[in-house]
């Protein structure tokens, strides 16, 4: 990683609402709770908390415990009673360019419908409601209709293959599942609903499927079981009071993606969740919600899509963008279109889509006004430098700062980002946010103050997960069986350097190690991206005799530059000098594109698979499945 370029966050905002930074982290120190608290009473309340946080049942930890809240009121009725019924919510912007502009009061109208119409299928405070939809507006209309009754929502990715959705589904007891005719992906329409029926028999459990009916795709409909959404919400009654919940009370289930074991549910709560969401959204984004334009690429079916495109910004009372399509339909310019057209002022995207956008070229960009953006934020992945500063010259035009944020499904909001007013160095995610303790630890628990680490998470926070559901043992097992049960080992090492910043190298579990050596897939990821003939990269290794692990690198080539022995050459030496002759990839494979989660996440699972020789796994969370067959007949059959 290096270190060039530092930016200062600007401080537009806060110039007009002074965020004082560093006494903002002396404030956290001095009165942990104190602080938190403060957070809190930004929602409100329908019975203030008095005790803060209840650490008796340590690390099942409760925060807030004696206050209740609705979240949906939290997102909706107190900015509508506060006048502001007419600002827009979300600008939706459909795959082949329709619009539907949705006010804070019409979504309002329309989650009390529907949160009428889930009490007539029986659903009460507690149960379990699963959303499988497409980024379309009634994701959001479903999650807050369950919020304003205590329904506990358990939103299942619209990528996800029928058997993936039912074993969720399973999981979790749902007795409602909320779903679609069909879903558009890149011009072709998929009929989620039909394709679901087979697998939604195996679930007794399952009383009612709702479906929106959004493209006209086939969908059969068995009587007594399947409503339509339409239906239902034009029967339903147009007043349905928020309840007041204890903070403490399940707000959502989330099954965490990644792992090779069984899916984690991760359960989150309402008061301290929406605390963290809503605290860090105004913070780290800089955010003036009565002049903002917020648009988060993140699909609504993973945390980031809950917590910034959901909950953060609706609690915050900011306008969105949410855009239905992929990054490259109906064109590979759409994202800065978009910026352009509806003048959104925070981008949140990932490091991979900001690599995909430089392999496409500047024109792309150049071909729009993007002078409204003022910030631009990363989640997701380690970026590496090379990205950074073309999302920084190329998209933010060189005002705009870079926010790395790093944080998880199970921290619920962000951890560790640079604020407004302070630096930020390019692939560091700088220091933990006021309220947040974070500590590297060696492998026997020691302190470590400037080298690499594990990453652990040393005090509770609000939005932190409250346990696996179902499964306390796991969650003890999984977070705090290492250090203790003080300590949240978050499964992530890093380097902290002499400033207390913080460089996020990637998962324990991508960790290569080549003749003793530990190497980082994301530091070498970084060294072959910042290579001017490549668009993206991903390494994974490989059992080796000599050096126990070697190193694989899946390559995609930059403009149209082919992949063959003589950019192999350059490319060995090119990491030789960047991190040394051990990184060397013993083999390049040549790519068109990487297996990627929807999310963006390369799946290094898929990868080792193929090298090693193994069947590939579960290949269902992947963005494009055929990528897969291009890269098995690359694997078997080298081009040179
Ligand atoms: C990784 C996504 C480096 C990390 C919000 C973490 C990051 C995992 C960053 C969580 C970042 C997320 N820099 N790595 N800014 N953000 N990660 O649960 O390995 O989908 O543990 O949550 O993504 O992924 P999850």
Not at 518 to 540: G, K, N, Q
Request: net charge negative; proline share 7%.
């Amino acid at each position: 990683m290096t270190t060039a370029g530092p930016s200062t966050v600007p401080r537009s905002f806060a110039a007009r609402h002074p965020v004082d930074a560093e006494a903002l982290y002396a404030r956290a120190a001095a009165d942990r709770l104190g602080f938190w608290a403060e957070q809190a009473r930004h929602l409100a309340w329908d019975k203030p908390f008095t005790t803060v946080l209840d650490d008796t049942e340590a690390p099942f930890h409760r925060w807030f415990p004696d206050g209740t809240l609705n979240a949906s009121a939290n997102c909706l009725d107190r900015h509508v009673a506060a006048g502001l019924g007419d600002r827009v919510a979300y600008h939706w912007h459909g795959e082949e360019g329709e619009t539907r502009t949705i006010t804070y009061a019409g979504l309002l109208d329309e989650v009390q419908r529907f949160a009428n119409a889930l009490k007539g299928l029986g659903v009460t405070a507690g149960d379990v409601v699963g959303i499988h939809l497409p980024m379309i507006p009634e994701a959001v209309v479903a999650m807050l209709a369950c919020a304003r009754i205590g329904a506990v929502h358990n939103v299942v990715f619209g990528g996800f293959a029928p058997q993936a959705v039912g074993e969720r589904m399973a999981a979790c007891g749902a007795r409602v599942l909320v779903t679609v005719d069909g879903a558009r992906r890149k011009g072709r329409v998929t009929a989620v609903k039909q394709a679901l029926d087979e697998t939604l028999e195996t679930l007794p459990g399952l009383e009612h499927v709702v479906v929106v009916g959004a493209t006209g795709a086939p969908c059969p409909m068995r009587p007594g079981r399947d409503s339509w959404y339409g239906d239902l919400c034009a029967a339903a009654g147009p007043d349905c009071p928020a309840v007041p919940l204890p903070a403490e009370h399940p707000l959502f289930l989330l099954y965490s993606s990644g792992s090779t074991a069984a899916p984690k549910g991760i359960v989150h709560t309402t008061g301290g969740y929406l605390t963290g969401v809503t605290y860090t959204h105004r913070l780290v984004f800089d955010l003036d919600p009565d002049h903002d334009v917020w648009f988060c690429t993140a699909d609504i079916g993973w945390i980031t899509g809950h917590s910034y495109l959901v909950y953060g910004p609706l609690a915050n009372g900011v306008t969105s963008v949410l855009f239905e399509g992929a990054p490259d339909h109906p064109h590979k310019g759409i994202w800065w279109e978009l910026v352009e057209r509806y003048g959104v002022t925070q981008l949140y995207t990932a490091p991979t889509a900001i690599r995909a956008a430089m392999s496409w070229g500047e024109e792309l960009p150049g071909r729009h006004d993007l002078s409204s953006l003022r910030l631009l934020g990363s989640v997701g992945e380690p970026i590496n430098p090379t990205a950074w500063h073309w999302y920084h010259r190329v998209i933010g035009g060189g005002r705009c700062p870079v926010v790395d944020t790093w944080w998880q499904t199970e921290t619920g909001s962000i951890m560790i980002a640079p604020l407004p007013g302070t630096t930020a160095k390019p692939g560091s995610a700088a220091r933990p946010l006021p309220g947040v303790s974070a500590a590297l630890l060696d492998a026997d628990g020691t302190p470590v103050t400037n080298g690499t680490g594990l990453l652990t998470l040393t005090q509770p926070w609000p939005s932190m997960l409250r346990t696996l559901h179902g499964d306390d043992e796991r969650y003890l097992s999984t977070y705090f069986s290492r250090f203790g049960k003080e300590t949240y080992v978050v499964g992530d090492a890093a380097r902290l350097d002499e400033d207390g910043h913080f460089w996020i190298l990637g998962r324990t579990d991508d960790v290569i190690n080549v003749s003793g050596h530990r190497l980082s897939t994301a530091e070498m990821e970084s060294a072959i991206a910042a290579h001017p003939a490549v668009a993206d990269a991903a390494v994974v290794a490989v059992p080796d005799e000599l050096t126990g692990q070697a190193v694989v690198a899946f390559v995609t080539p930059a403009d149209g530059r082919a992949g063959d022995a003589a950019l192999e050459a350059e490319l060995r030496e090119h990491i030789s000098v960047r991190i040394g002759k051990l990184a060397r990839p013993k083999r390049v494979v040549w790519t068109e594109a990487l297996p990627k989660t929807r999310s963006g996440k390369i799946m290094r699972r898929l990868l080792r698979d193929l090298v090693t020789g193994r069947p590939t796994g579960d290949v269902t969370t992947l963005g494009e499945p055929a990528v897969m067959d291009a890269l098995t007949a690359a694997v078997a059959h080298p081009a040179h």
